[in-house]
C-alpha cells in the first residue's frame, strides 16, 4: 500500500518562508512525476509546482519567482520551499505522485494524493 504523507504546513505572516515536505512510503517500484497543488475555499485544486524524475520543473504563474519545488529521490521526497509568502496563497496543499508498482502481474502507473496540508498566511 502506497501513502503520501506531508508536513511543513502553519499560520505565518505574509512575507516569510515555509517548506512542504512529501514522503512516499509502502510497496512499490518507482516514483515519476510529482507535484504540488493547492485548493483554497470556494475555489477549484490547482497545480501549483512539477518536477519529472529527472528535475525537470514547472510552475503556476502566481508563484514563479516565490516557490522552488525540489526532489530527493534516494529518499522518495519531494520538497515545495515556499517564499514571499501571500495571503492569497492561503489554501490546503496536496502533494501528488505517480508512482509505479506492481499489481495483478503488471508493472502499473497510478496517481496518488496526500491529506493535504493547511498553509495560512496572515496579512
Known amino acids: 500500500q502506497v501513502q503520501l504523507v506531508e508536513s511543513g504546513g502553519g499560520l505565518v505572516q505574509a512575507g516569510v518562508s515555509l517548506r512542504l515536505s512529501c514522503a512516499a512510503s509502502?510497496?512499490?517500484?518507482?516514483?515519476?512525476?510529482m507535484g504540488w497543488y493547492r485548493q483554497a475555499p470556494g475555489k477549484q485544486r490547482e497545480l501549483v509546482a512539477h518536477?519529472?524524475?529527472?528535475?525537470?520543473?514547472n510552475y503556476a504563474d502566481s508563484v514563479t519567482g516565490r516557490f522552488t519545488i525540489s526532489r530527493d529521490n534516494a529518499k522518495n521526497t519531494v520538497y515545495l520551499q515556499m517564499s514571499s509568502l501571500k495571503p492569497e496563497d492561503t489554501a490546503v496543499y496536496y502533494c501528488?505522485?505517480?508512482?509505479?508498482?506492481?499489481?495483478?502481474?503488471?508493472?502499473?502507473?497510478?496517481?496518488?494524493w496526500g491529506q493535504g496540508t493547511q498553509v495560512t498566511i496572515s496579512s
Open positions: 518536477i519529472t524524475r529527472g528535475g525537470t520543473t
Open positions: 501528488n505522485a505517480r508512482i509505479t508498482s506492481y499489481r495483478a502481474g503488471a508493472y502499473r502507473q497510478d496517481p496518488y
Open positions: 509502502g510497496n512499490f517500484f518507482s516514483i515519476d512525476a
